[in-house]
Structures are given as C-alpha cells and as structure tokens.
C-alpha cells in the first residue's frame, strides 16, 4: 500500500500537503486564533497621519535592513537600549518591522530619545556626527514632498482614525517631518523606566564629584565628550543642537547648578517637563547610564573644566 | 540518438542496500526526538515553569 | 532533431536567464558589501543599501534560485517521466513571464515598493503576477508527471511535488494584504502575529527554495554523473517524510527572545533540532552513495561539486540548529553570524549543486562535452576558498558583535557603545567583499565554460544538420 504512494502522484501531493500543514496548523494557524497573539496595551495609539507617511518611508528606504525594533529580555540590551519589547506594542504595525540585523542600533525605545533636530541633522549626513558611520545620507528626504491624498488612502487602509484636517495639515510637510514623526513615535507606549542596573550606581543627592579637577578624569572627560556629546553640544560645548555647556546657564535659566545635577541629566537624560533645582526641561536628551558611573563623573569634570571652574 | 535520453530508472537506486539504515544515523534520530522532548518541557512557561522575562528578572537581580 | 528538442530550448533558456539574473544579483552584492564599511557608495534614493540589499537578495532568491529551479525541473521531470513536457508552449510563455516578472521586481525594489516582509518584499501586483507564474509551473509539471511514462516516481520527482505545493501555501499566505494604491499595502496581519507568520514563510522559503529543490537535483545528478546508485531507498524515504514534516514547525527560531509567546519559540526550536536529523539522512545517503567508489571524486570532476555541495548542506543544518537555542542566539543573533550561515548555504550547497546540475544538462543537450573540465575545476576552488572565507569571516565579525554588545564594566555599565562596536567590523568587512570577488570570478569561469559548451554544441548540431 505504501509502495502505491509513489506511483500516484496525486495522492502523493495531497499526503504531502497534508504533512506539511500540520505543523503550519500547530505553530502558525492555532496561535493565530489566540487573544495571546492580538495583544494591544491600553495606551497604544494609531499612528497620526504623518507618523504613517514616515513609516512609509521607514519601509520603502528598508531602514529596517539594518536596525531592529525590538528589544530582547536581556540583560545587557535593557541596559543598551531600555525596556524589553513588549507584544502589545505592535498591534498597528502591518507587518511588524522587527528587523533580522543590527548593523545599526536597535530603534525600538528610540521615540523620545533624541530631540528631533538631532534626527534631521542625523539623517541629513549621519558621518558629521558619527565620522565613521556606514548610514547613508539621506538629506533627498528634506526636499520630497509628503503625498497627503496618497497618505489618506494609507490611512483608511489601515483603518486609522483622523480627520480631513489632518489631511491638509500634511501639505508643505517634507518625507523628513514625516520620518522624524515616525521614530519620534516608536515605543513610546512602554513608559520609561528607571533602569534597575545601573542607576543604584548613580550620584546620591549632593554628592560631590569625586573626580573634580583629576587631569586625567578630565583627559578621559574630553575623549568622551567627543564621542558623545560633541554632535549636539559642539566641539568646546559651546552648543549647537542642544544647549552651550560652557555658560552658566542650565535648562534655560541662568544660574550654576551643582555637579550631581550634571551627573543626574547625563546618567538620565532629559525629557520634556523633567525638574531639576526648581527648573522645567523643554528638550530632550538621551541617557547615558551605560557609560557607568566613573565615565560620567569624568564627563562631569571635564564640562567643568571647560567653564573654567 | 535519442536513446541517451532516457533514463534507465533501475540504476538509480542500488538494490543490495535499498533498506538499510545506518545505525549511527537511527541513534541520532531517536535522540534528537528525546532531547526535543526534554528541551520542550524544560522551556515551556506552563511546562518547565521557565520563561525569558522571568528569566531577565533573575539575570536582573544578580 | 528530437521530439525533446523544444523543451530543451526552454530548460536552456531558463538556465541563461537565471545566469543572468545571478550576474546582477551577484554584482549588487558586491556593491552592498562595499557599502558595509564605505557609506560613500550609497547613492541616494535608488541605490542605497536599505534597497539594493532587497534587490540583491530577491535577485538571487528568485533569479538565479528559482530560475534554475524551473529550468532544471523541466529537464529532471522529463528524464525521470520519460516523455517531454505536456504544455511545451505553456513553459515557453512561462519562461518568458518569468523573465519579465524579475525585471520588474528589480524595478519595484530599486524603486522603494517594500512590504517589508523579508524574501517577500514584493508589493501584491506583482505577488499576483507570482502566483499566476507558479500556476503555470505547476501545471506543467503534475500534467507531466500525471501523463509520465515510467511507472515510478524516483525520489527527487517526491522533492519536486513538496516544493511545487509548498511554495504555493506559504507565498500565497504571506503575501495576504489590504491594498492602498497600486505600489502599496498593509499586510493583514499585525504585530506578533505577523512575526510568526512571517517567519513560518520566511523561513520554510529557505526550505522549499533552497533545500527540496536542491536535493531534487541531488538525487538525481549524483548517480547520473557518478555512475553509482543511490545507497538507500529507506533511508530517502524517511529522511524526505521527516524533512518536510519537520520544516513548517521551525519559522519561530528566527524570532527567539522577542515578544512571541516562549511556547511557540520553544517549539520551533525543538523541531530546528529535529531537522538535523532529515538533513543529514541525505548527506549520510549521499556519501554512502560515493563510498562504494571514492575514486569519482578525482575521476568524474562533477561528483567534487555535489559532494561538497551536500557537505556544506550538512554543515548549515549542524550550524543552524545549533544557532536557534537560546543560548546562542542570544549572542549572534542580530550580528554578521547570520549573513555568515546564510551565504554558507546559498554560495556553498545551492549554488554549487545548481552549478553542476547546469553543468550537467548543458552538454547533454547538445550531445556533446563539457567545453572545459579544467575551467570547471578552477570555477570549484575559486567558489570554494571565496565561500569559505566569506563565511570564516562573518562567523568571527559576528561571535565579535555579540562579545562586544554584551560586555559590561565592573559596575554593570557597558563596556562599548554601539558606534565603538560599529566600527570593529569595517576590517572583516572589507575581507568580505575581497570573498565575495573571489567567488565572483570563480563564477565568471563557470558563465565562462556554459556560454562556451553551449557555442560548441551549436556548432555541432548546425554541421549535422
């Protein structure tokens, strides 16, 4: 009987078929008809209607080539890059852009990271704030025009909710609006955490910066400044993207503050509305706790040094 | 001429040893399925008890 | 000249045309392997790497895989039903739309039309225009094998009839979407969902492109230029059952320690497991095979190619496996390990395999010789060391990566950031396009020697004539 199989080809193609759906019955159809696989967290919202232009573009210039947007449960990338991935942050992605390689930086928490001039000048030429960087220059983006009838049909594809006015408020707006609205948006459902790791080693209220005035802190300082700091705040911290470190001003009032105010901003970064001594932030600035603790007092003595104290 | 076209399907297959089974390769089956069994309830959250975000909790607390 | 004559102009055209889309494929991933460590050579919008790897990807996938796929299915099906093809006019028109629908894919991709689902990127004109291509395969090919003169079916006609069906299943699913406009959509599916179902595609692409078809031709070349039979019946059977019963379980192991509930992960990797088993039953029947007369390795230049074609298939289903366990993955996923493994499989086994194969059919059809046996081994070596060091370096760029991005200071900050870790890869990656330019121009000597046979037999046929 067995043996008949292979002289019946049509029996054979539907015993096959049968065989090659059961496992895709088992992993891919069943989980599919489970609420586990549907989830959506309470404060998730769908795109506007320019993030969607600008995930458009994610997709059609295959960002997602290169970066990932999903953070795994692991140590050292909660560290890197915050908050694991969670299922329900995804619901409105069709299909979802998770990515299979890092050739550059997980995106997944990077909505909220950076202030958004820092993604038009990124985007604009990424090697002028990172010399070496393999990222193409995408500055075209800044000269093509949003599409907005072509947007509404991507809108009603989706079945995103908006109105005629969002519509016409897309007329004017660049493929770069729409792209920074877009990564401005990624993973901003998950509220940021205080890291668990790293911020226990972190600067106790008034503490001193141990590492003040050390020439070598403030050599180490320099060469870290260069590396992270320089692309916002200017080659001597004399400002540029993000405020000048060399005056005396600190988030927009003048006015010195103490050294762990320094250290908290670097090791936490900002967020709009953040208060630091009775001061309100108006931008933004990515975290650099992964630094750890020495780097960042380092990073502290040598701001200092700059502002001649 | 056309004779080099066609197969001769009886030489395809040798006959002496149509229905032997390298041992080595019958061991090697039969355990990948044991250790698929063992691995599958060892990782599975309602099985083993394991998880990745628990496990990430405990790698967190170390 | 004979009644198979016309099919043979179709499976030679098949052949030329998917060269030709594998000189393109091959050429822009060169260009992309440049671009890894020399951002200079993005020219935007069209040519920068976010869209040329898609073209280079789909190019070679589709091009040259499932080019020669069709090509060489043609010639195996009516070797083993004995008879030429049912629908002679349906494969001409076939080979033709298949033409036209990868250039204009290429078109599309360099255009910036992405679904963004890997290996299937097209947007749905053109996934419509797919599925209407592999009809007409598909058509073909059962009419044939229904009609067939030969009352068995051998082994690789079982591999055929897996690949014809599956491949329908899983494009056709993956590629459902709510259209918006002629160059755009949404998938149906969203989220976590869309992952797995993704990757159930993606993942069994690898499988019924670039492994049933491939052991189709192997079952059928290696004792057709060796001479020497196949070394169990049993052992086939079980090993193709096994196979593709096991592949659809494994789509997960790509999306190890992402949001995807745990269970489905660990089944996929267990069933990863499992595969190694199916696999290397061919590769166990495949040297068995050439055991009973090691001497073919030296004396028939072919047997080389398929040996370490299947060798290299053993060695992906080891490697790959063992990268779906967490613990593994966790270090190289993500990293240049991956593109390290693939291009194993595809630089290594399948297109070695598929080399031969042409090598094989070529002369056949025009009754004659191989032009040259000594352009064939160079063509060997050539693809051989550039492979292997394709491969050697990615593995160590990739292990590299992943030290890097997990080593943390005493007090549990980072060691290095990622620009740091960035730019420790340029050194392996410049080695990497110079392996990719070794393999290249072993593959200018097989283009070489196949243009070359094909110049001679058509000699020949037009002096008898």
Not at chain 1, 224 to 237: D, P, S, V
Not at chain 3, 44 to 64: D, E, S
Request: proline share 4%; aromatic share 14%; glycine share 8%.
């Amino acid at each position: 009987m067995a043996g008949e199989l292979y002289n019946k080809p049509i029996l054979f193609a539907v015993v096959a078929t049968v065989v090659i759906l059961i496992g895709t019955l088992v992993t891919m159809f069943y989980p599919m008809m489970r609420q586990e696989m549907h989830p959506k967290l309470d404060n998730l919202k769908p795109y506007t209607a320019l993030q969607l232009a600008g995930k458009d573009i994610y997709q059609r210039e295959g960002c997602n080539n290169c970066h990932t947007q999903t953070v795994r449960p692991l140590k050292t990338e909660v560290i890197r890059y915050g908050d694991y991935s969670k299922a329900g942050e995804f619901a409105y992605d069709r299909p979802f852009l998770w990515g299979s390689k890092r050739t550059g930086p997980d995106l997944a928490r990077i909505g909220g990271k950076y202030p958004d001039a820092w993604h038009y000048a990124h985007h604009e030429n990424p090697q002028s704030m990172f010399p070496k960087s393999n990222m193409p220059k995408y500055a075209f983006l800044k000269k093509a025009m949003v599409d907005p009838p072509a947007i509404e049909a991507h809108m009603k594809a989706n079945d995103f909710p908006y109105t005629a006015a969002d519509i016409s408020a897309l007329a004017g707006k660049t493929e770069m609006d729409a792209l920074v609205a877009y990564l401005q948006s990624v993973g901003t459902a998950v509220k940021k955490k205080a890291s668990r790791v790293v911020a226990e080693a972190g600067a106790r209220q008034h503490e001193k910066n141990p590492l003040a005035g050390d020439a070598k802190a403030i050599a180490l300082g320099k060469t870290l400044f260069a590396e992270n700091c320089e692309a916002c705040h200017g080659a001597n911290g004399q400002g540029g993207i993000g405020p000048s470190l060399a005056d005396d001003v600190f988030f927009g009032v003048k006015g010195d503050v103490a050294d762990d105010d320094y250290f908290e901003v670097i090791n936490n970064g900002i967020e709009p509305g953040m208060v630091e001594e009775g001061r309100v932030a108006k931008d933004t600035m990515p975290e650099f706790k992964a630094l750890g603790k020495d780097k960042i007092w380092s990073l502290v003595a040598y701001i200092r040094s700059v502002q001649g104290k | 001429m056309a004779d080099h076209f066609v197969d001769d399907i009886e030489k395809f297959e040798a006959k002496e040893t149509a229905h032997t089974l390298p041992v080595g390769w019958v061991i090697l089956f039969w355990a990948l399925i044991l250790w698929g069994v063992y691995y599958f309830y060892m990782y599975t959250p309602s099985l083993g008890g394991w998880s990745q975000n628990s496990a990430l909790e405990e790698s967190l607390q170390k | 000249m004979n009644e198979y004559q016309y099919d043979h102009q179709t499976v030679k055209g098949f052949i030329l045309s998917s060269i030709f889309w594998g000189v393109v494929g091959i050429v822009i991933g060169l260009w992309i392997s440049i671009q890894m460590w020399n951002a200079d050579w993005n020219i935007a919008p069209y040519f920068t790497f976010g869209r040329l790897r898609v073209v280079h990807t789909n190019g070679l996938a589709f091009g040259l895989g499932v080019g020669a796929i069709f090509g060489i299915f043609y010639y195996i099906v009516m070797r083993l039903t004995k008879r030429p093809l049912l629908f002679p006019k349906l494969a001409r028109v076939h080979l033709w739309v298949f033409n036209a629908a990868i250039a204009l894919a290429a078109l599309s991709l360099f255009a910036g039309m992405n679904q963004s689902l890997e290996y299937a990127e097209l947007e749905w004109p053109l996934d419509i225009g797919i599925v209407i291509l592999w009809v007409m395969f598909a058509v073909n090919i059962f009419g044939t094998v229904i009609k067939r003169k030969e009352e068995q079916m051998y082994i690789s006609l079982w591999y055929i009839i897996a690949t014809v069906v599956a491949v329908a299943v899983l494009y056709i699913v993956n590629n459902l979407s709510i259209p918006a406009g002629l160059t755009k959509s949404y998938s149906v599916f969203a989220g976590v969902n869309s992952a797995n179902v993704e990757w159930w595609y993606g993942h069994n692409a690898v499988g019924f492109v670039f492994t049933t078809p491939i052991l189709a031709m192997f079952y059928y070349f290696l004792p057709k230029s060796t001479g020497l039979p196949i070394y169990s019946h049993r052992l086939s059977i079980i090993a193709f059952w096994s196979l593709i019963f096991g592949y659809l379980w494994t789509g997960a192991h790509h999306l190890v320690y992402t949001p995807l509930p745990d269970w489905i992960q660990t089944t996929a990797i267990v069933f990863t497991i499992f595969l190694i088993a199916p696999s290397w039953g061919s590769v166990v029947n495949g040297y068995y095979t050439v055991g009973s007369d090691w001497s073919k390795m030296q004396s028939q230049y072919l047997t080389k190619f398929f040996i370490w074609g299947i060798t290299f298939y053993g060695l992906q289903t080891v490697q790959g496996p063992t990268q779906a366990l967490r613990v593994v993955s966790s270090l190289i996923h993500y990293t240049d390990w991956v593109p390290g493994h693939v291009h194993m499989g595809t630089m290594g086994w399948v297109t070695m395999t598929t080399a031969a194969s042409m090598y094989y059919i070529i002369p056949k059809i025009y009754n004659t010789e191989i032009y040259s046996v000594k352009a064939a081994n160079t063509h060997f070596w050539l693809v051989l060391v550039g492979q292997l060091m394709f491969s050697v370096t990615m593995w160590i760029t990739g292990i590299q990566q992943g030290a890097l991005w997990k080593a943390t200071n005493a007090d549990g900050s980072l060691k290095y950031t990622f620009y740091e870790t960035l730019i420790k890869n340029y050194p392996f990656w410049r080695l990497r396009t110079l392996a990719g330019v070794i393999f290249t121009v072993g593959m200018l000597f097989f283009i070489y020697n196949i243009l070359m046979t094909i110049r001679k037999g058509s000699i020949l046929a037009a002096s008898k004539a």
